[in-house]
């Protein structure tokens, strides 16, 4: 690494910030260091796709982005392979986490930062890159993977249930070769039926494991209780004592009772919708924070709804309206639910196919950086 020539995209657009840039890695002895200074997030966005760079500094203030925001649209312009540090004039220990959490190699503070920081920053980025692409092509090709995989596929629904004056339909679309997110249909007391999307932070093979222990918890909770606030609750805290504060899962589960036609859910940090046969949309708000965090959170259950005819219930998870075109712009809740307004007609499991095709064709060559779950349930 000592003797290799590291290519920088800095995307900044304060000329004393970039003057301190250079002037830090200027003074070092062990470069040699390349510096290329794009001042616009569009412009870096241009040039990291032209050009092979091997770390991007990234101001999260500039004319044409803000925020996370900007971090987001570089990630999914130069996608896993080129690590991200974050350069930011706030020290924000709440973006930092959030920043470091979505992918970004390091956070560091303008003014806090001397030669020794920042390149230590820079060389640790491109390690952990570097290993972290090899593990991940060492864990796609491994059998142990791949059995894995294959395990947790067999954890999903492998058919809609026939629910009298109901068209329900599910699938699931991973990012990866193992999922954090997941879909259910639960048999329950009283000859109901509980409909459960979740999604678990982070990628990779710690998330499908407590997606499979967020699973079984909840079957064998509908054994034995009935209100899906209480079931949320103690599974809570089952959850709050195997995970770590890395990771928690956000989840809705709603509870259809086919002989009064009413629909209950609650909802731990994911929200649902209900579109209404005109064009009317009911909000089915997150009634808790997510589970796993605070082993103390009660998930309370909002108020019954009555079902009629032509309404259609709607859970996703933040795949869908986090997924991005090439340029950057999400494909947002908005344009999710006029999707599936406009095919409300066909078949529950049409509408969850071509919302689907609807995302993919939205992204079109951009890398699909999450998870996606969608549950679609019509009133027939």
Wanted: glycine content about 8%; hydrophobic content about 40%; overall charge negative.
């Amino acid at each position: 690494m000592e003797s290799e020539r590291i290519r920088i995209l800095l995307v900044e657009d304060d000329p004393d910030d970039v003057w301190i840039m250079r002037g830090l890695l200027g003074d070092r002895w062990d470069g040699p260091f390349e510096l290329v200074h794009i001042d616009l997030l569009s412009s870096g966005l241009k040039r990291a796709a032209e050009n092979d760079f091997d770390v991007v500094l990234l101001d999260l203030s500039l004319p044409d982005s803000r925020g996370l925001e900007t971090f987001f649209k570089m990630k999914a312009g130069v996608g896993e392979s080129v690590p991200i540090v974050v350069l930011s004039g706030y020290d924000d220990e709440t973006t930092a986490v959030k920043a470091v959490q979505a992918g970004a190699q390091d956070y560091l503070v303008k003014g806090q930062v001397d030669d020794n920081v920042l390149i230590r920053s820079i060389r640790y980025a491109i390690e952990r890159s570097r290993r972290h692409d090899a593990e991940r092509e060492l864990r796609d090709t491994s059998e142990e993977f791949r059995a894995a995989q294959e395990i947790q596929q067999r954890l999903y629904p492998t058919k809609a249930p026939t629910l009298e004056g109901f068209d329900i339909a599910g699938a699931l679309y991973p990012a990866t070769a193992t999922a954090g997110d997941y879909y259910d249909y639960i048999p329950m007391l009283e000859h109901c039926l509980g409909i459960v999307v979740g999604d678990v932070s982070g990628h990779g093979m710690g998330p499908a494991l407590l997606m499979s222990e967020t699973r079984a918890c909840l079957r064998t909770l509908t054994q034995a209780y009935f209100d899906v606030g209480d079931i949320l609750t103690r599974a809570n805290r089952v959850l709050a004592a195997d995970t770590d504060d890395l990771h928690f899962v956000t989840l809705a589960m709603g509870r259809i009772d086919p002989l009064t036609r009413t629909f209950v859910y609650a909802g731990a940090g994911q929200q649902g919708h209900l579109l209404h046969a005109g064009n009317k949309v009911t909000l089915l708000e997150s009634t808790s924070m997510p589970l796993g965090i605070n082993e103390d959170t009660v998930v309370p259950t909002a108020p019954p709804l009555e079902l009629v005819p032509g309404e259609i219930i709607t859970f996703f998870t933040d795949g869908v309206f986090e997924a991005e075109s090439l340029g950057g712009v999400r494909f947002g809740i908005q344009r999710a639910l006029e999707a599936i307004r406009s095919e409300r007609a066909k078949p529950a499991s049409e509408i969850v196919d071509l919302l689907h095709k609807e995302i993919v064709s939205f992204s079109r060559h951009s890398t699909q950086r999450d998870d996606i779950a969608i549950v679609i349930v019509k009133m027939l």
